[in-house]
RNA sequence: GCACGGAUAGCAAAGCUUGGCCAUGCCGGGGAUUGCAAAUCCUCUUACCUGGGUUCAAAUCCCAGUCCGUGCUCCA
């Protein structure tokens, strides 16, 4: 079952293939480090993080790109607002996104190039580009000229250069920029009194913001690549500058065989803004949810489509996760001691519940790899480890002996990590999730107190008092406890 | 205006490329279990924007229309 893949410009699934065998180099637009990672970041690394496991696990080495955009306008502006070195700002920010894309199990790239460190770069490709008549000098800085390669226009929009050229005139000079044409798109910007600046042979100055991922790509890649990625916002004019800059310089085309964007995320049905109020930082939420629980509520949408955040989305996040985990942690607890068991043979069509729900999983875990072959389909992917937990709950309660009961659980521990874990990303660690309440500060801090009340409610409960034990009950939960009775007595743990 | 995308049950959201079966979860109804809960399990109801067409068969393909979002300026 081949991986098919949606391309912006083919604007179609396609069949995926990489330039060599068993290889993938991917790039993916980074941040620009002047503020905190909001809830659109996280959609947008998430996305392409299950696109890094899914090829790792189909037995691609994948070479993950992912630059730092560390100049720029906005950081400029914080500087100046701040009175803050913009290195300062740049280097904090880049710390924190480490750290929001460590609590979401995002795993790392590869490389991680401040745009910064190829000014060097830039100033060769730009030279190139005026050489060859791609780009001109303007009073304020470089400029590409659009109109040096029109074939290459509306690549990835399907914008057409005719209705763009439309009431373009006037614009230009209203700007006051160096512009020639109201297309044409900046490559060096020169430099104003105060900001940063390199040396350039178009005087002090610094790159535009295209340029930089231009430069940093043909670094790591050459001339051309996989798979380009970045949010649905950047097609136009971000990633069509990209393939004007690297196309014209290389003479190259083209230069990523799949380009990738995923889909906005809303909130409460309308765009997130600051204006709004409604701009939701990943640390904001995070206090609130657990990270892994926001993992799932992005991951349980397809990634191009248009997700909407709100209460309702994780809570229910909230209560798939809770039931994910609470399968995965009874696995983990009956799996930990005894060795391998043989277990029949699955079989759908087998009259042994133990070898057809063994079938069934089998079947599952077919499903969820045609999903995300499917383009990334995570939504269905999610699906099919709904629907095995559910198996796997009854498959757990299967089992004759102890050896049995043990061989089940290994299996339920492994089907479970190798799809919700490995790929999807929204386990914990077995470490995390086995830990006795004595682990957790918060539970260690009221532990005495609430087992003293719980030997108080079973001794109530012995004696048929309800009224006593469900007083007691109300009393745990107004100090944010939870009591669950089982077969093996009361257990507890916070809201 | 131009471009791109979307419309599926009370809600969220897959499926559409390759027409025929089934999403999945929440909510609601019924039941099992429980002292009562919680959790879990079983079970039921409610769909494919509108109008045409093709076909034995259409959520899926074709034509026309309606409504909605996003981009065209910095943006993941």
Known sequence: MPLRVHDTRR??????????????????CGVTVYDRCHLGHARCYIAFDLVHRWLEASGYDVEYVQNFTDIDDKIIIRSIESGEDWREIVERNIQLYYEDMDVLNILRADHYPRCTQYVDSMIHIIEDLIQKGHAYVGKDGVYFHVDSAPEKYGQLTGQSIDAVRKGAGGRVDE?????????????????????????????????????????????????????????????????????????????HAPLAGYWLHNGFVNIDGEKMSKSLGNFWTISDIVQNVDPLVLRLALVNAHYRSPIDMNEQ?????????????????????????????????????????????????????????????????????????????????????????????????????????????????????????????????RKAEIAEEVEALLAERSIARANKDWTRADAIREQLNALGVVVTDTEDGPVWDLV
């Open 11 to 28: 604007r179609e699934k396609v069949e995926f293939s990489t330039l060599s065998p068993g290889r993938v180099s991917m790039y993916v």
């Open 175 to 251: 700007t006051g920029s160096g512009k020639k044409d109201h297309k044409d798109f900046a490559l060096w910007k020169q430099a104003k009194p105060g900001e940063p600046t390199w040396d350039s042979p178009w005087g002090q100055g610094r790159p535009g913001w295209h340029i930089e991922c231009s430069a940093m790509s043909l670094d790591h890649f050459g001339t051309s690549f996989d798979i380009h990625g970045g949010g649905h916002d950047l097609r136009f004019p971000h990633h069509e500058a990209e393939i004007f800059q690297s196309e014209c310089h290389t003479g």
């Open 313 to 441: 989305l994780l809570n229910d996040a909230q209560r798939n996760h809770a039931r994910i985990l609470q399968t995965y942690e009874s696995a983990l607890r009956m799996a930990t001691s005894g060795r391998r068991h043989q277990l029949p043979q699955p079989d759908m069509e087998s009259s042994d519940s133990l070898a057809k729900t063994l079938g069934l999983l089998e079947r599952l875990a077919e499903g969820f790899a045609q999903a995300m072959d499917d383009d990334f389909n995570s939504r269905e992917a999610v699906a099919k480890v709904l629907a095995g937990v559910k198996q796997l709950q009854t498959l757990l309660s299967l089992g004759t002996d102890d050896e049995d009961k043990r061989a089940v659980a290994h299996y339920a521990k492994e089907w479970l990590e190798e799809t919700a874990g490995a790929i999807l990303g929204i386990l914990p660690s077995p470490d995390v999730l086995l830990a006795e309440p004595e682990d957790d500060p």
